[in-house]
């Protein structure tokens, strides 16, 4: 066949309309395929707005809670990852009308399908320990880390606002219980940023759903928000976290441990990780970094690249992070939590395989540290993880400008 004679007749068959449709849903199909069998895709699941109204447990727009569901399998089948989702607070009540308006205050306005790496990441290679896992990723809708509570809804510009995240968690973990959740061998209670402070202020809580013999473990990640001031010496997240909990009606919904032991003035404390931490008693780790972009940026309010701090700023970092390591200490010190901290200027660590597989702390990264500790491989005198102490000094880090940049972007108002 000579080659003019050849190409005119492979013009003929593929310029035909069903070939070349045919052809567009083979590689439709073959697309999904691929993307299903390598997604760490969770799937939204909404509880019905039944349920909702019988516990009177709502996203802040009023829209029935959900979260994302990833089945286990073998070893897995189980196991279950609880993971609390974060998205920073809302400060105020226009700050909270404004949620309303978007995933992180009505469920109406949630993706279907929710990508995740990391800790919840069902590959092997990334996540060897726990890729077979159940997970349910708790999304955030009531914008009080999970623990506010007022009866009567508010009313604001003619829309109603409820303060029910208290409600929305015990409302999913009942949902989940029925979902195979209660006859779980093993839970680990995890959670980021926002979620992860509520890890620590629910974890006892929480474990006393589920019988003694269930293994259950803390994992919080970025939720250690220290009480320290700003760089103008004001107690800033003080003020605004105390604001917050009188908003949502949060200060009978913290570790009732801690709660028992303050005066009816410093309830608030036991928002604080720092303060109510001594009092958790569920075996837990703690990842966190000593320079936690979110904290250097709305507690202390330094915001400069690392590149371009100036002298002032630099002295900030180190303070900052001098004073997270010293009220970290008892953490360092106590014989039931291992804990792990970075020098990146980052956030979380466990939802994308970069963090989790990549940074190194003592020669180890948060995927082997974690799982050595999970799995008895290492003690916990043996998960105590602490890094070099000068801004940038860590090169596993990422030093370029991505992370600032996304977080200087509105869009990681809340993402982070
Ligand atoms: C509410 O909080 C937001 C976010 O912090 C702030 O921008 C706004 O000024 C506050 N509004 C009031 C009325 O305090
Ligand atoms: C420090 O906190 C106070 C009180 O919230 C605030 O007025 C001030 O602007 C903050 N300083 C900086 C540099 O953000
Ligand atoms: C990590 O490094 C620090 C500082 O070099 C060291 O004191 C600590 O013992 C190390 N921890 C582990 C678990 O190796």
């Not at 939204?44 to 909702?52: D, F, I, S, Y």
């Not at 189980?78 to 992180?104: A, P, V």
């Not at 509570?149 to 989940?176: A, E, H, M, Q, W």
């Not at 395989?353 to 050595?372: C, M, S």
């Amino acid at each position: 066949m000579n080659p003019a004679h050849h190409r005119q007749k492979c013009v003929r068959c593929i310029c035909n309309k069903w070939t070349i449709l045919t052809i567009l849903a083979f590689l439709t199909w073959l697309y999904r395929l691929i993307v299903y069998l390598s997604a760490s895709n969770l799937q939204l699941v909404l509880v019905p707005m039944e349920l909702a109204n019988e516990k009177r447990a709502y996203c802040l727009d009023g829209s029935a809670p959900g979260y994302y569901f990833r089945k286990g399998h073998d070893e897995g089948e189980n196991s279950w990852i609880l993971y609390l989702q974060g998205g920073g607070w809302c400060w105020n009540i226009s700050d909270c009308y404004e949620r309303t308006k978007g995933r992180y205050g009505s469920s109406n306005e949630m993706q279907g399908t929710l990508p995740v790496g990391g800790f919840l990441s069902n590959s092997a290679n990334s996540n060897p320990d726990f890729y077979n896992w159940n997970v349910a990723f708790f999304a955030y809708c009531d914008g009080a880390s999970f623990a506010g509570d007022v009866n009567v809804p508010l009313s604001y510009k003619g829309n109603t606002i409820y303060f029910r995240g208290k409600r929305v968690l015990d409302l999913l973990l009942d949902y989940l219980m029925d979902k195979g959740l209660s006859s779980a061998d093993r839970v680990i209670l995890s959670g980021m940023s926002a979620g992860g402070l509520a890890v620590y202020i629910h974890a006892d809580y929480i474990r006393n759903k589920f019988p003694p013999q269930t293994a259950f473990h803390a994992f919080p990640d970025a939720g250690y928000f220290p009480d320290v001031k700003n760089i103008t010496n004001h107690d800033h997240i003080k003020e605004a976290f105390q604001n917050v909990i009188r908003l949502q009606g949060i200060e009978n919904n913290l570790n009732t441990a801690c709660l028992a032991d303050q005066d009816i003035n410093s309830k608030w404390k036991c928002f604080f990780p720092q303060y109510t931490y001594p009092y958790v008693t569920t075996p837990m780790f703690v990842l966190n970094s000593a320079y936690d972009i979110w904290s250097l940026w709305y507690i202390l309010n330094v915001r400069c690249h690392i590149s371009a701090c100036d002298k002032d700023n630099l002295h900030h970092l180190t303070s900052y992070h001098d004073q997270f390591m010293q009220i970290a200490e008892p953490i360092y010190k106590s014989t039931k939590a291992a804990i792990y901290t970075s020098s990146c200027f980052s956030h979380v660590h466990t939802l994308q395989n970069t963090e989790w597989t990549k940074h190194l702390v003592n020669g180890t990264t948060p995927v082997a540290a974690f799982g050595d500790w999970y799995f008895g491989r290492k003690t916990v005198q043996q998960s105590k993880y602490w890094d070099c102490a000068t801004p940038a000094c860590n090169p596993t880090c990422d030093w370029t400008l991505n992370t600032f940049m996304y977080f200087a972007s509105s869009n990681s108002k809340y993402d982070f």
